[in-house]
């Protein structure tokens, strides 16, 4: 096995998913190379200590820049707040070293684009963390499309719902809720749980045209995490958006963190002219299925449970019937990207493809001020 080592730097939820990802990958798929857990970087030193101790890095940086220089990192992982993904990336690439960036890729598409620049003058290996490509049942949605079996596609539709805004005491800034300080995030639901959305639709339905949306921010002051300040909130709470895409379908797309009792509703509809296809990330090894070339008095919405070893990546794993949840669609994430080191094929979302979803984020933002449709 060739090892792969990894440099991680930030070490929040996702530094968790990612982390656990790479620790799990070579159990259970079959790649010849192998992350090795090599530095942790934080800037906080106990902070990184504690994270490298528990799960097992090697080292800890304490700057991004020292992490960058040493020679026995391979691979930079990107797990910070989005405002450093476009600085840390640019200047991993001039030193050679491949990026896994988490979504969304940048705070705009300017961002963006330089950080694609970057990787393709420097020919590393990218990709950004859109895992729920990755989701078995979203996987084999996927399969479904590709095979016709959905014929012509009328309509894409797709949420995703949180409400651990609502309460106004909720701080901006911080480790916990940078999420919500304009400065550090980009945007608010649009970069943070509508990209996800957006990767997801382009890779099942292809590109889309132009965009109509609103976002509202129903808190508009709050207090600052670290300076006590009561400051103005400038990130969307809640954005909702039309669009047509290239191949003539509409999309219909929500997100909001202030969907009361919904934690992380992520769902998404798909009808087309034969048949139509449902999926809920609460039940996310359900894959719900309509045929209409199925017998008239049998035809109805089938409830696929994804775990049979001919669907996608459940073969590696146990036997059918027997699940998985979120953390394996990072596994299969890491999995794919080993894969594609092997056989030097690109790997998908990479950064240009991730830059497709931030230019409709981008669009979506500015039809929402200016109240017009956007061409994306
Ligand atoms: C926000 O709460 C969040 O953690 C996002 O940042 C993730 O990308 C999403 O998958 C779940 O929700």
């Given at each position: 096995?060739?090892?792969?080592?990894?440099?991680?730097?930030?070490?929040?939820?996702?530094?968790?998913?990612?982390?656990?990802?790479?620790?799990?990958?070579?159990?259970?798929?079959?790649?010849?190379?192998?992350p090795v857990l090599k530095a942790l970087c934080?800037?906080?030193?106990?902070?990184?200590?504690?994270?490298?101790?528990?799960?097992?890095?090697?080292?800890?940086?304490?700057?991004?820049r020292a992490l960058l220089k040493r020679d026995d990192i391979d691979a930079v992982d990107i797990c910070t707040p989005n405002n450093l993904h476009k600085e840390i990336a640019i200047e991993a690439a001039k030193a050679g070293k491949m990026i896994l960036c988490e979504k969304p890729l940048a705070m705009n598409t300017a961002e963006g684009e330089e950080m694609c620049e970057a990787v393709e003058a420097a020919g590393v290996p990218n990709m950004v963390w859109y895992n729920y490509r990755r989701v078995p049942a979203v996987s084999?949605?996927?399969?479904?499309?590709?095979?016709?079996?959905?014929?012509?596609?009328?309509?894409?539709?797709?949420?995703?719902?949180?409400?651990?805004?609502?309460?106004?005491?909720?701080?901006?800034?911080?480790?916990?809720?940078?999420?919500?300080?304009?400065?550090?995030?980009?945007?608010?639901?649009?970069?943070?749980?509508l990209a996800h959305c957006i990767d997801t639709?382009?890779?099942?339905?292809?590109?889309i045209k132009d965009v109509t949306a609103m976002t509202e921010t129903f808190v508009k002051e709050r207090t600052h995490a670290d300076t006590g300040e009561k400051i103005p909130v400038t990130i969307d709470d809640a954005c909702s958006f039309l669009c047509h895409f290239n191949n003539g379908s509409l999309g219909l797309f929500e997100s909001t963190r202030y969907a009361r009792g919904h934690k992380a509703l992520y769902t998404l509809e798909i009808n087309g002219e034969k048949a139509s296809l449902r999926w809920d990330l609460h039940d996310l090894h359900r894959l719900e299925y309509f045929d209409h070339a199925d017998d008239s008095i049998?035809?109805?919405?089938?409830?696929?449970?994804?775990?049979?070893?001919?669907?996608?990546?459940?073969?590696?794993?146990?036997?059918?019937?027997?699940?998985?949840?979120?953390?394996?669609?990072?596994?299969?994430?890491?999995?794919?990207?080993?894969?594609?080191?092997?056989?030097?094929?690109?790997?998908?979302?990479?950064?240009?493809?991730?830059?497709?979803?931030?230019?409709?984020?981008?669009?979506?933002l500015a039809s929402a001020k200016q109240r017009v449709w956007k061409d994306v």
């Open positions: 096995m060739k090892p792969l080592n990894i440099g991680m730097i930030g070490y929040g939820f996702m530094g968790k998913a990612h982390t656990n990802a790479y620790k799990q990958a070579n159990n259970f798929f079959d790649c010849e190379y192998k934080a800037r906080n030193r106990d902070k990184a200590e504690g994270f490298a101790k528990n799960w097992g890095y090697e080292s800890i940086e304490t700057d991004w084999l949605a996927k399969q479904l499309i590709d095979e016709g079996r959905l014929g012509k596609i009328f309509h894409y539709r797709a949420n995703f719902l949180q409400d651990w805004t609502i309460n106004a005491d909720v701080p901006v800034g911080g480790a916990a809720t940078w999420r919500l300080d304009a400065e550090a995030a980009g945007s608010g639901v649009t970069g943070d749980l639709a382009l890779w099942l339905n292809g590109g049998v035809r109805g919405w089938r409830s696929i449970h994804v775990s049979d070893g001919d669907q996608p990546y459940m073969g590696n794993w146990w036997v059918p019937g027997l699940q998985i949840g979120y953390e394996h669609s990072f596994i299969h994430q890491v999995a794919d990207f080993l894969k594609s080191l092997e056989s030097d094929a690109p790997f998908s979302p990479n950064f240009r493809d991730a830059l497709e979803t931030q230019k409709v984020c981008d669009a979506v």
